[in-house]
Protein backbone atom coordinates (compact mmCIF):
# COMPACT_ATOMS: atom_id res chain seq x y z
CA UNK A 1 0.00 0.00 0.00
CA UNK A 2 1.31 3.25 -0.65
CA UNK A 3 -0.74 6.62 -0.29
CA UNK A 4 -0.43 10.47 -2.05
CA UNK A 5 -0.42 13.68 0.23
CA UNK A 6 -1.87 16.95 -1.49
CA UNK A 7 0.70 19.57 -2.09
CA UNK A 8 0.41 21.63 0.58
CA UNK A 9 -1.27 19.58 3.20
CA UNK A 10 0.65 17.94 5.57
CA UNK A 11 1.16 14.38 6.68
CA UNK A 12 3.70 13.57 10.06
CA UNK A 13 5.16 10.63 10.12
CA UNK A 14 5.61 9.52 14.55
CA UNK A 15 8.29 7.50 14.96
CA UNK A 16 7.39 6.37 19.09
CA UNK A 17 10.48 5.52 20.98
CA UNK A 18 11.12 3.90 24.13
CA UNK A 19 7.60 4.32 26.97
CA UNK A 20 5.71 5.81 23.09
CA UNK A 21 4.52 2.06 21.40
CA UNK A 22 0.98 3.89 20.67
CA UNK A 23 -0.01 6.93 19.11
CA UNK A 24 -2.20 9.45 20.39
CA UNK A 25 -5.71 8.26 19.44
CA UNK A 26 -6.30 8.67 15.63
CA UNK A 27 -9.73 9.46 13.99
CA UNK A 28 -10.53 6.78 11.64
CA UNK A 29 -7.28 5.15 12.75
CA UNK A 30 -6.11 2.19 10.23
CA UNK A 31 -3.69 -0.41 10.67
CA UNK A 32 -1.80 -0.70 7.57
CA UNK A 33 0.79 -3.18 5.63
CA UNK A 34 3.45 -0.78 4.04
CA UNK A 35 6.42 -3.35 2.12
CA UNK A 36 9.94 -1.69 1.84
CA UNK A 37 12.42 -2.81 -0.47
CA UNK A 38 14.71 -2.69 2.23
CA UNK A 39 13.05 -5.25 4.48
CA UNK A 40 10.94 -5.37 7.39
CA UNK A 41 10.27 -2.19 9.10
CA UNK A 42 9.88 -1.97 13.33
CA UNK A 43 6.04 -3.53 13.14
CA UNK A 44 2.88 -2.29 11.59
CA UNK A 45 2.14 1.21 10.77
CA UNK A 46 -1.19 2.88 12.23
CA UNK A 47 -2.65 5.63 10.02
CA UNK A 48 -5.45 8.15 10.92
CA UNK A 49 -6.30 12.22 11.51
CA UNK A 50 -5.97 14.11 14.19
CA UNK A 51 -7.53 17.35 14.32
CA UNK A 52 -6.37 20.61 12.80
CA UNK A 53 -7.51 24.29 12.60
CA UNK A 54 -8.36 23.81 8.86
CA UNK A 55 -9.74 20.12 9.21
CA UNK A 56 -7.79 17.39 9.73
CA UNK A 57 -4.40 16.22 9.97
CA UNK A 58 -2.96 13.04 9.04
CA UNK A 59 -0.76 11.26 10.89
CA UNK A 60 1.32 7.60 10.84
CA UNK A 61 3.08 6.00 13.40
CA UNK A 62 5.56 3.41 13.61
CA UNK A 63 6.54 1.88 16.87
CA UNK A 64 10.74 2.37 16.82
CA UNK A 65 11.49 -0.87 18.82
CA UNK A 66 8.31 -3.02 17.82
CA UNK A 67 5.34 -3.84 19.82
CA UNK A 68 6.41 -4.35 23.30
CA UNK A 69 9.93 -3.15 22.44
CA UNK A 70 11.42 -5.91 21.04
CA UNK A 71 14.74 -4.71 18.93
CA UNK A 72 17.35 -3.15 20.50
CA UNK A 73 19.30 0.26 19.15
CA UNK A 74 21.57 -2.07 16.80
CA UNK A 75 18.56 -4.27 15.46
CA UNK A 76 16.46 -1.65 14.19
CA UNK A 77 16.05 -1.57 10.54
CA UNK A 78 16.43 2.46 10.58
CA UNK A 79 16.05 2.10 6.40
CA UNK A 80 12.57 -0.12 6.01
CA UNK A 81 11.44 2.28 9.06
CA UNK A 82 11.90 5.72 7.02
CA UNK A 83 10.69 3.95 3.48
CA UNK A 84 7.57 2.91 4.31
CA UNK A 85 6.98 6.65 6.01
CA UNK A 86 8.32 7.29 2.59
CA UNK A 87 5.49 5.50 0.78
CA UNK A 88 2.89 6.17 3.66
CA UNK A 89 3.21 9.41 2.05
CA UNK A 90 4.83 11.75 4.92
CA UNK A 91 5.85 14.82 4.45
CA UNK A 92 7.70 15.74 7.50
CA UNK A 93 9.08 13.12 10.32
CA UNK A 94 8.98 13.73 14.03
CA UNK A 95 10.99 11.23 16.47
CA UNK A 96 10.31 10.98 19.70
CA UNK A 97 12.71 9.04 22.22
CA UNK A 98 13.98 8.53 25.67
CA UNK A 99 17.00 10.50 26.36
CA UNK A 100 19.66 10.54 29.24
CA UNK A 101 21.14 14.00 30.19
CA UNK A 102 24.48 14.94 30.07
CA UNK A 103 23.75 18.71 31.90
CA UNK A 104 22.80 19.21 34.87
CA UNK A 105 20.08 21.90 33.93
CA UNK A 106 18.36 19.13 31.97
CA UNK A 107 15.95 17.33 34.62
CA UNK A 108 15.14 14.18 34.10
CA UNK A 109 11.07 14.79 33.44
CA UNK A 110 12.32 17.61 31.22
CA UNK A 111 11.83 17.49 27.34
CA UNK A 112 14.46 18.91 24.75
CA UNK A 113 14.27 19.52 21.22
CA UNK A 114 17.56 18.24 20.05
CA UNK A 115 18.70 20.26 17.05
CA UNK A 116 22.51 18.81 16.79
CA UNK A 117 24.11 15.00 16.72
CA UNK A 118 27.06 13.14 17.38
CA UNK A 119 27.02 9.97 15.70
CA UNK A 120 29.28 7.49 17.48
CA UNK A 121 26.98 4.74 16.32
CA UNK A 122 29.60 4.98 13.30
CA UNK A 123 32.32 3.67 15.48
CA UNK A 124 31.11 0.18 15.84
CA UNK A 125 31.15 -2.25 13.94
CA UNK A 126 27.70 -4.08 13.96
CA UNK A 127 27.24 -2.02 10.60
CA UNK A 128 24.07 -0.16 10.97
CA UNK A 129 22.76 0.62 7.53
CA UNK A 130 23.20 4.92 7.01
CA UNK A 131 22.58 5.76 4.00
CA UNK A 132 20.01 4.22 0.93
CA UNK A 133 22.78 4.98 -1.67
CA UNK A 134 25.87 3.36 -2.58
CA UNK A 135 27.71 1.56 -5.34
CA UNK A 136 25.40 2.18 -8.38
CA UNK A 137 23.65 5.17 -7.21
CA UNK A 138 25.87 7.03 -4.86
CA UNK A 139 24.33 10.36 -3.55
CA UNK A 140 25.75 12.58 -0.70
CA UNK A 141 23.46 15.04 0.99
CA UNK A 142 24.29 18.03 3.30
CA UNK A 143 23.78 17.28 6.82
CA UNK A 144 24.50 20.26 9.12
CA UNK A 145 21.91 20.55 10.65
CA UNK A 146 20.01 17.32 10.78
CA UNK A 147 16.93 18.80 12.25
CA UNK A 148 14.50 20.97 10.65
CA UNK A 149 14.82 24.40 12.79
CA UNK A 150 10.54 25.40 11.91
CA UNK A 151 9.36 21.54 12.65
CA UNK A 152 11.26 21.71 15.81
CA UNK A 153 10.11 24.58 17.31
CA UNK A 154 6.24 23.73 15.98
CA UNK A 155 7.04 20.50 18.03
CA UNK A 156 8.48 22.53 21.32
CA UNK A 157 5.52 24.60 21.23
CA UNK A 158 3.15 21.36 21.08
CA UNK A 159 5.33 19.62 24.24
CA UNK A 160 5.00 22.65 26.26
CA UNK A 161 1.30 23.55 25.68
CA UNK A 162 0.76 19.69 26.35
CA UNK A 163 2.53 20.72 29.96
CA UNK A 164 6.13 19.48 29.24
CA UNK A 165 9.30 22.12 30.01
CA UNK A 166 10.69 21.55 27.13
CA UNK A 167 14.68 22.83 26.14
CA UNK A 168 14.85 23.91 22.58
CA UNK A 169 18.37 22.76 21.13
CA UNK A 170 20.96 20.77 22.40
CA UNK A 171 23.25 17.93 21.21
CA UNK A 172 22.43 14.34 21.03
CA UNK A 173 25.18 12.06 21.44
CA UNK A 174 24.03 8.99 19.63
CA UNK A 175 25.86 5.45 20.93
CA UNK A 176 26.14 2.44 20.13
CA UNK A 177 24.59 0.75 22.83
CA UNK A 178 22.80 -1.44 24.57
CA UNK A 179 24.99 -1.03 27.44
CA UNK A 180 24.66 2.65 29.08
CA UNK A 181 27.68 4.49 28.61
CA UNK A 182 31.26 3.82 31.43
CA UNK A 183 31.35 7.11 33.27
CA UNK A 184 34.85 7.94 31.13
CA UNK A 185 32.61 8.28 28.43
CA UNK A 186 29.70 9.94 29.86
CA UNK A 187 32.42 12.48 30.95
CA UNK A 188 34.16 12.70 27.57
CA UNK A 189 30.46 13.52 25.97
CA UNK A 190 30.09 16.14 28.22
CA UNK A 191 33.70 17.60 26.89
CA UNK A 192 32.29 17.18 23.98
CA UNK A 193 29.71 19.33 24.34
CA UNK A 194 26.89 16.59 24.70
CA UNK A 195 23.75 17.75 26.28
CA UNK A 196 21.59 14.51 25.95
CA UNK A 197 22.52 10.94 24.84
CA UNK A 198 20.44 7.95 23.31
CA UNK A 199 21.02 4.85 20.85
CA UNK A 200 18.64 5.83 18.02
CA UNK A 201 19.08 9.06 16.46
CA UNK A 202 21.41 7.77 14.32
CA UNK A 203 21.39 6.74 11.46
CA UNK A 204 17.86 7.57 11.25
CA UNK A 205 18.39 11.24 11.08
CA UNK A 206 20.61 10.96 8.22
CA UNK A 207 18.05 8.57 6.27
CA UNK A 208 15.01 10.77 6.95
CA UNK A 209 17.28 13.69 5.03
CA UNK A 210 18.02 11.23 2.67
CA UNK A 211 14.18 10.81 1.93
CA UNK A 212 13.52 14.35 1.86
CA UNK A 213 11.79 14.47 4.66
CA UNK A 214 12.30 16.97 7.48
CA UNK A 215 12.81 15.56 10.50
CA UNK A 216 12.69 16.88 14.36
CA UNK A 217 13.36 14.89 17.40
CA UNK A 218 11.51 15.45 20.53
CA UNK A 219 13.78 13.72 23.65
CA UNK A 220 12.12 13.06 26.90
CA UNK A 221 14.72 13.50 29.57
CA UNK A 222 14.47 9.97 31.28
CA UNK A 223 17.73 9.90 33.59
CA UNK A 224 20.94 11.73 34.45
CA UNK A 225 23.86 9.86 33.02
CA UNK A 226 26.54 8.36 34.78
CA UNK A 227 28.79 11.28 35.05
CA UNK A 228 26.35 13.22 38.08
CA UNK A 229 27.59 13.25 41.85
CA UNK A 230 24.60 12.31 44.15
CA UNK A 231 23.57 14.86 46.73
CA UNK A 232 24.89 12.04 49.08
CA UNK A 233 28.33 12.82 46.98
CA UNK A 234 28.66 9.40 45.33
CA UNK A 235 29.03 8.56 41.42
CA UNK A 236 25.81 7.98 40.51
CA UNK A 237 24.71 4.83 38.08
CA UNK A 238 21.97 4.92 35.46
CA UNK A 239 19.02 3.34 36.73
CA UNK A 240 16.72 1.62 34.87
CA UNK A 241 13.89 1.47 37.01
CA UNK A 242 13.75 4.82 36.97
CA UNK A 243 13.51 4.91 33.22
CA UNK A 244 10.88 3.27 33.23
CA UNK A 245 8.77 5.51 35.63
CA UNK A 246 9.92 8.56 33.95
CA UNK A 247 8.75 7.05 30.56
CA UNK A 248 5.77 5.85 32.03
CA UNK A 249 4.63 9.41 32.96
CA UNK A 250 6.53 10.89 29.55
CA UNK A 251 4.33 8.94 27.32
CA UNK A 252 0.77 10.86 27.59
CA UNK A 253 2.39 14.54 27.58
CA UNK A 254 4.33 13.20 24.30
CA UNK A 255 0.73 12.27 22.95
CA UNK A 256 -0.81 15.41 23.76
CA UNK A 257 2.35 16.97 22.42
CA UNK A 258 0.53 15.16 19.10
CA UNK A 259 -2.56 16.38 19.29
CA UNK A 260 -1.23 20.15 19.80
CA UNK A 261 1.00 20.00 17.51
CA UNK A 262 -1.68 18.82 14.77
CA UNK A 263 -3.49 22.03 16.14
CA UNK A 264 -0.91 24.56 15.97
CA UNK A 265 0.31 23.59 12.26
CA UNK A 266 -0.30 26.05 9.80
CA UNK A 267 -3.38 25.23 7.48
CA UNK A 268 -0.68 25.24 4.29
CA UNK A 269 2.73 23.39 4.31
CA UNK A 270 4.93 25.44 3.04
CA UNK A 271 7.84 24.25 1.37
CA UNK A 272 11.10 22.71 2.85
CA UNK A 273 14.73 22.42 1.34
CA UNK A 274 15.14 19.35 2.69
CA UNK A 275 11.87 18.41 0.27
CA UNK A 276 14.37 18.95 -3.10
CA UNK A 277 17.68 18.21 -1.29
CA UNK A 278 18.26 15.10 -4.02
CA UNK A 279 18.25 17.79 -6.91
CA UNK A 280 21.79 18.49 -6.28
CA UNK A 281 23.37 15.02 -3.93
CA UNK A 282 23.22 12.41 -6.23
CA UNK A 283 26.08 11.80 -8.29
CA UNK A 284 26.19 8.95 -10.45
CA UNK A 285 25.35 9.97 -13.82
CA UNK A 286 21.90 8.91 -15.60
CA UNK A 287 23.42 6.18 -17.62
CA UNK A 288 25.53 4.86 -14.99
CA UNK A 289 23.27 3.95 -12.55
CA UNK A 290 22.84 0.75 -11.35
CA UNK A 291 19.04 -0.80 -12.49
CA UNK A 292 18.46 -2.87 -9.22
CA UNK A 293 19.57 -0.27 -6.81
CA UNK A 294 17.19 2.20 -8.67
CA UNK A 295 14.27 -0.28 -8.45
CA UNK A 296 14.68 -0.12 -4.54
CA UNK A 297 15.28 3.50 -4.31
CA UNK A 298 11.26 3.68 -6.19
CA UNK A 299 9.74 5.66 -3.28
CA UNK A 300 12.91 7.57 -1.82
CA UNK A 301 14.25 8.34 -5.07
CA UNK A 302 11.30 8.45 -7.12
CA UNK A 303 10.71 12.35 -7.44
CA UNK A 304 14.09 12.85 -9.14
CA UNK A 305 15.12 9.93 -10.74
CA UNK A 306 10.93 8.62 -12.30
CA UNK A 307 11.39 5.41 -10.12
C1 LIG B 1 14.94 2.37 27.61
S1 LIG B 1 16.34 3.39 27.73
C2 LIG B 1 17.38 3.06 26.35
C3 LIG B 1 16.71 3.10 25.01
O1 LIG B 1 15.77 4.17 24.97
C4 LIG B 1 16.08 5.01 23.90
O2 LIG B 1 15.39 4.55 22.75
P1 LIG B 1 14.49 5.52 21.83
O3 LIG B 1 15.43 6.54 21.26
O4 LIG B 1 13.94 4.63 20.78
O5 LIG B 1 13.45 6.12 22.72
C5 LIG B 1 17.57 4.86 23.76
O6 LIG B 1 18.04 5.37 22.53
C6 LIG B 1 17.75 3.40 23.94
O7 LIG B 1 17.44 2.68 22.77
N1 LIG C 1 21.57 7.49 29.81
C1 LIG C 1 21.21 7.05 28.61
N2 LIG C 1 22.15 6.64 27.73
C2 LIG C 1 21.80 6.21 26.50
N3 LIG C 1 20.54 6.13 26.08
C3 LIG C 1 19.58 6.51 26.91
N4 LIG C 1 18.25 6.55 26.76
C4 LIG C 1 17.72 7.02 27.90
N5 LIG C 1 18.70 7.30 28.80
C5 LIG C 1 19.86 6.98 28.20
Known amino acids: MT ?3 PPGAWHIGVIGGSGLYETAPLDDAQQIDVQSSFGSPSGPITTGTLTGTDGPVRFTFLARHGAGHTLPPSAINYRANVDVLKRCGVTDVLAISAIGSLQEEYAPGDFMAVD ?3 DRTMDSTTGRERSFFGAGCVAHVPLADPVCPQLSVMAANAAE ?4 TVHRGGTYVAIEGPQFSTRAESHMYRAWGGDVIGMTAMPEARLVREAE ?4 LLGMITDYDCWRVGEDGAAQDVDIAQILEVMARNGDIARAALAQLAQSLPPQRDPSPTDTILDTAIITAPEARNPQVMARLD ?9
Open 299 to 307: AIAKRVTGG
Open 116 to 118: QII
Open 213 to 216: LPYA
Open 3 to 5: MAT
Open 161 to 164: AAGA
